[in-house]
């Protein structure tokens, strides 16, 4: 199905493990984000991408890690998670004529 | 830097309008969004503005001032439904969103 999806929707790690939230958008939108939505502080932008292989830092990066290999993907890395990075975490691109930035459904993490 | 002010709640009684301010101040500015957020919820698209005026989208308008900074979401005739979290975000290159302005709507 056309649109942008996001997996897994719902995880739950321990400190220290390296998780990967997964980013699939099927527009060839150049421009993806990764943000973090925390009660009090709205959306965050952790990174963000232009196009393939060309990434940079949002407002929130450390402990994180993205790669862009291919258009349609942007994968997030938490090479070791740590409690304060349990959020809900929304991949994002944005492209077309209306400027829209289209929304996946949210990665909930929770890291014990 | 970005910085991105909106208020942190409203509340307003059904059938009524409210306003929601955003004042930003940012290095670069191609454009401003507002979008919708109802609880435990992506973010719905309601507008981009890249020029300055009033832009009408049924009950919802959009208005944007570049050289004060400064954008409003106008929400008319205002549903139960309309009962959400509303954001105000700037796009340079990336974009940065504020903090989000709670609506409270009492029937």
């Known amino acids: 199905d056309a649109g942008i999806t996001q997996s897994p929707r719902y995880k739950i790690t321990e400190t220290g493990r390296q998780v990967t939230l997964m980013c699939h958008q099927t527009?060839?939108?150049?421009?993806m984000f990764w943000y973090r939505q925390d009660l009090g502080h709205g959306l965050r932008l952790i990174y963000y991408?232009?196009?393939?292989?060309?990434?940079d830092k949002g407002e929130v990066p450390d402990g994180y890690v993205v790669s862009r290999s291919k258009t349609e993907n942007f994968p997030l890395t938490l090479e070791s998670a740590t409690r304060s990075q349990t959020s809900v975490y929304f991949c994002?691109?944005?492209?077309?004529?209306?400027?829209?930035?289209?929304f996946g459904e949210g990665s909930r993490l929770t890291v014990l | 830097g970005q910085n991105i002010d909106q208020p942190t709640e409203m509340t307003a009684t059904e059938g009524a309008i409210v306003q929601i301010n955003c004042t930003y101040q940012?290095?670069?500015?191609?454009?401003l969004f507002w979008y919708q957020q109802h609880a435990g919820e992506a973010p719905t698209f309601l507008s981009y503005?890249?020029?300055?005026g009033l832009e009408e989208k049924g009950r919802f308008s959009s208005f944007l001032s570049r050289s004060k900074g400064y954008s409003y979401l106008l929400l008319k005739e205002l549903q139960m439904k309309d009962s959400a979290s509303y954001l105000c975000?700037?796009?340079?290159?990336?974009?940065?969103f504020g903090k989000g302005t709670r609506l409270h709507i009492l029937p």
């Open positions: 994002a691109s944005i492209g077309g004529g209306t400027g829209e930035l289209f």
């Open positions: 527009w060839s939108h150049s421009y």
């Open positions: 991408s232009a196009a393939a292989d060309i990434t």
């Open positions: 940012t290095s670069g500015f191609n454009g």
């Open positions: 503005n890249v020029l300055d």
């Open positions: 975000a700037v796009r340079d290159d990336k974009i940065i």
